[in-house]
């Protein structure tokens, strides 16, 4: 990995505190909206480097800004430090090894991803101010991406209304632009209230909530055939309405997660599964009382931002692993399927290598791939200011995603290399658009065009308060 810009090396200058950092992160794994140590972590290195520190933005205790420079234009860099739920492990060995029994664990690398993101901030608050040049970098912490959609809270609360371009990134097993495909999402629990009775002495004279839930679930399956193939609908029982059988549930509750390729196909989705559950309080005579709890856009790309940030990691190349990291993910590969490593190449429209644990590769920017594809809180900012995502290899080549493989990797001196990649890319993109007035027009130009045919709804509609007391998922 090259360092010969003058933007490289100041990242290079202060990485070791950030890899401390995302370590520090790594050993503290908090869950949706429950990331207090993790911000707090965040907020003081924004301070220790003089950033301009703002915290419980929008209403939410773990969400800060920290800002750096003055007039010109404002970029955005996006971190995150959510935990998922039961992936403890411990770090740097090849076996299942929780820490704790049903603990949390950085499954998704989001210790790594705010670190860097921050590190990227830093390196441009310190180049701006090197150089005299006018400008601001923006760092947002950004809790709870794993379904609680803090950055659509943040989008509907105005603080990206004067940003000019947003940067993030995401650890992956792989080097490249991130294509910028994923699904429009909405969460929302229904919950349904009957009336209870002794379920064999009078039967009818209760009103079974369980009831409504198990025909509401049966409308959706019916509904699969009838709806775009690229779309998706989960659901998960919350609330049974009890573990006694002799007794008619008068309360019960389902969550569903409802996703599709564009808000517009997400929006009439929403509209048929909410009918599908008037029709089972109907049919129950019961009442259902529908609450959502988050909800994020599509991605829209952006291909100028996409071509600059791809020169940008060309110019850098690979991660720089060595013997040592390549002998640790290799055996971290030996508790993957054959099928693992093929679909994690396939995904980046690669050809499987023999013998690869860690790619060093660039992938293409115009890849074609078996795309399939989740949902994230970046797709809500991308619909209000120019986006670009990278991805940076972090770890072994076929590491399933949210896994305690991850988790055991998280640590690592590989991770530490990815990390100071992403970072230099996203501020080498940084400092190319704030010297660049052309590639920030052209950016602007195409955002524009986009928005011109293409109306935003928010989906954290006015109504969404952030799910504070949400467990993660």
Same mark, same amino acid.
């Given at each position: 990995?090259?360092?010969?810009?003058?933007?490289?090396?100041?990242?290079?200058?202060?990485?070791?505190?950030?890899?401390?950092?995302?370590?520090?992160?790594?050993?503290?794994?908090? =869950?949706?909206?429950?990331?207090?140590?993790?911000?707090? #972590?965040?907020?003081?290195?924004?301070?220790?480097?003089?950033?301009?520190?703002?915290?419980?933005?929008?209403?939410?205790?773990?969400?800060?800004?920290?800002?750096?420079? #003055?007039?010109?234009?404002?970029?955005?860099?996006?971190?995150?430090?959510?935990?998922?739920?039961? $992936?403890?492990?411990?770090?740097?060995?090849?076996?299942?090894?929780?820490?704790?029994?049903?603990?949390?664990?950085?499954?998704?690398?989001?210790?790594?991803?705010?670190?860097?993101?921050?590190?990227?901030?830093?390196?441009?608050?310190?180049?701006?101010?090197?150089?005299?040049?006018?400008?601001?970098?923006? &760092?947002?912490?950004?809790?709870?991406?794993?379904?609680?959609?803090?950055?659509?809270?943040?989008?509907?609360?105005? =603080?990206?209304?004067?940003?000019?371009?947003?940067?993030?990134?995401?650890?992956?097993?792989?080097?490249?632009?991130?294509?910028?495909?994923?699904?429009?999402?909405?969460?929302?629990?229904?919950?349904?209230?009957?009336?209870?009775?002794?379920?064999?002495?009078?039967?009818?004279?209760?009103?079974?909530?369980?009831?409504?839930?198990?025909?509401?679930?049966?409308?959706?399956? &019916?509904?699969? #055939?009838?709806?775009?193939?690229?779309?998706?609908?989960?659901?998960?029982?919350?609330?049974?309405?009890?573990?006694?059988?002799?007794?008619?549930?008068?309360?019960?509750?389902?969550?569903?997660?409802?996703?599709?390729?564009?808000?517009?196909?997400?929006?009439?989705?929403?509209?048929?599964?909410?009918?599908?559950?008037?029709?089972?309080?109907?049919?129950?005579?019961?009442?259902?009382?529908?609450?959502?709890?988050?909800?994020?856009?599509? $991605?829209?790309?952006?291909?100028?931002? #996409?071509?600059?940030?791809?020169?940008?990691?060309?110019?850098?190349?690979?991660?720089?692993?060595?013997?040592?990291?390549?002998?640790?993910?290799?055996?971290?590969?030996?508790?993957?399927?054959?099928?693992?490593?093929?679909?994690?190449?396939?995904?980046?429209?690669?050809?499987?290598?023999?013998?690869?644990?860690?790619?060093?590769?660039?992938?293409?920017?115009?890849?074609?791939?078996?795309?399939?594809?989740?949902?994230?809180?970046?797709?809500?900012?991308?619909?209000?200011?120019?986006?670009?995502?990278?991805?940076?290899?972090?770890?072994?080549?076929?590491?399933?995603?949210?896994?305690?493989? $991850?988790?055991?990797?998280?640590?690592?001196?590989?991770?530490?290399?990815?990390?100071?990649?992403?970072?230099?890319?996203?501020?080498?993109?940084?400092?190319?658009?704030?010297?660049?007035?052309? $590639?920030?027009?052209?950016?602007?130009?195409?955002?524009?065009?986009?928005?011109?045919?293409?109306?935003?709804?928010?989906?954290?509609?006015?109504?969404?308060?952030?799910?504070?007391?949400?467990?993660?998922?």
């Amino acid at each position: 990995m090259r360092n010969d810009d003058e933007i490289w090396r100041l990242a290079d200058a202060k990485s070791p505190a950030f890899f401390a950092m995302s370590d520090r992160i790594w050993g503290t794994p908090e =869950l949706n909206y429950q990331e207090t140590q993790s911000a707090a #972590e965040h907020a003081r290195m924004l301070e220790q480097e003089g950033f301009r520190v703002q915290t419980a933005v929008a209403g939410i205790p773990t969400a800060l800004i920290g800002e750096a420079g #003055e007039g010109g234009p404002v970029i955005a860099i996006l971190g995150e430090y959510d935990a998922l739920p039961g $992936l403890s492990q411990e770090a740097g060995v090849a076996v299942e090894k929780p820490i704790e029994d049903g603990g949390a664990g950085h499954g998704c690398g989001h210790n790594m991803l705010g670190s860097a993101s921050l590190l990227a901030a830093t390196a441009v608050k310190d180049y701006l101010a090197k150089n005299g040049l006018k400008g601001r970098v923006r &760092y947002y912490g950004c809790p709870a991406e794993e379904g609680g959609s803090s950055k659509g809270f943040m989008v509907r609360a105005g =603080l990206f209304d004067d940003v000019d371009v947003a940067i993030c990134w995401h650890p992956a097993a792989f080097t490249g632009v991130n294509k910028p495909i994923s699904l429009a999402c909405v969460e929302i629990e229904f919950t349904f209230h009957g009336r209870a009775s002794h379920a064999a002495a009078t039967p009818h004279l209760g009103r079974s909530a369980l009831d409504a839930v198990e025909l509401m679930n049966i409308g959706v399956n &019916y509904m699969r #055939e009838h709806m775009p193939s690229s779309a998706r609908v989960h659901y998960a029982i919350i609330d049974g309405g009890g573990i006694a059988p002799n007794v008619v549930q008068a309360r019960a509750t389902v969550r569903h997660l409802i996703r599709a390729r564009t808000l517009a196909e997400m929006w009439d989705l929403v509209r048929r599964v909410k009918d599908i559950a008037q029709g089972a309080a109907l049919m129950s005579e019961t009442r259902v009382v529908a609450k959502q709890l988050s909800g994020d856009a599509n $991605l829209v790309g952006n291909r100028p931002l #996409e071509e600059c940030m791809h020169r940008n990691l060309t110019r850098l190349g690979g991660p720089g692993f060595d013997e040592a990291d390549r002998r640790f993910a290799a055996e971290i590969q030996k508790t993957f399927s054959k099928d693992d490593i093929r679909s994690s190449y396939g995904r980046f429209g690669l050809k499987p290598r023999d013998g690869e644990a860690l790619s060093e590769e660039i992938y293409p920017l115009d890849f074609t791939a078996d795309l399939f594809v989740g949902s994230t809180d970046v797709g809500t900012v991308s619909w209000v200011t120019p986006t670009v995502q990278c991805r940076a290899a972090c770890y072994a080549v076929g590491t399933p995603g949210h896994s305690w493989q $991850l988790v055991a990797q998280g640590r690592a001196p590989a991770a530490h290399k990815g990390l100071a990649l992403a970072a230099k890319a996203m501020a080498g993109v940084a400092v190319d658009v704030l010297a660049d007035p052309a $590639l920030l027009k052209a950016a602007r130009d195409e955002f524009e065009a986009f928005r011109r045919e293409n109306p935003f709804d928010n989906p954290i509609t006015p109504d969404v308060e952030p799910p504070l007391d949400m467990a993660a998922k």
